[in-house]
């Protein structure tokens, strides 16, 4: 996927609070899918801002992601394209 696989209890910890979170309600559920997408927002900045983008880039196709990168959307918006790809391949 090009992230580093040391990351990978981070990712697996936040599927499990986006798609498995404590709580009976949504009401309870909210603020672990809440703390797990600030998570996931700030590792993907520090990728960023390290210039790690390259490794990110794998992640999705190439038109996918310059798509995402040269339109209008936020460095939150492509956070969370990425987000949506990884969980996906953890959950699966």
Known sequence: ???PLSDLDIFLAVKDEIIR???LTMEE???HRKAA???VYAYFDAEVKSA????????????SWRK????SSSRRGSARHLLL????????
């Open 29 to 31: 559920q909210a603020p």
């Open 37 to 39: 997408g600030e998570t």
């Open 68 to 71: 995402r990168s040269t339109g």
């Open 52 to 63: 790690a983008l390259s490794r990110l880039r794998t992640t999705c196709s190439g038109r």
């Open 21 to 23: 979170p404590p709580g």
């Open 85 to 92: 790809v990884i969980i996906a391949g953890l959950d699966t």
């Open 1 to 3: 996927m090009g992230l």
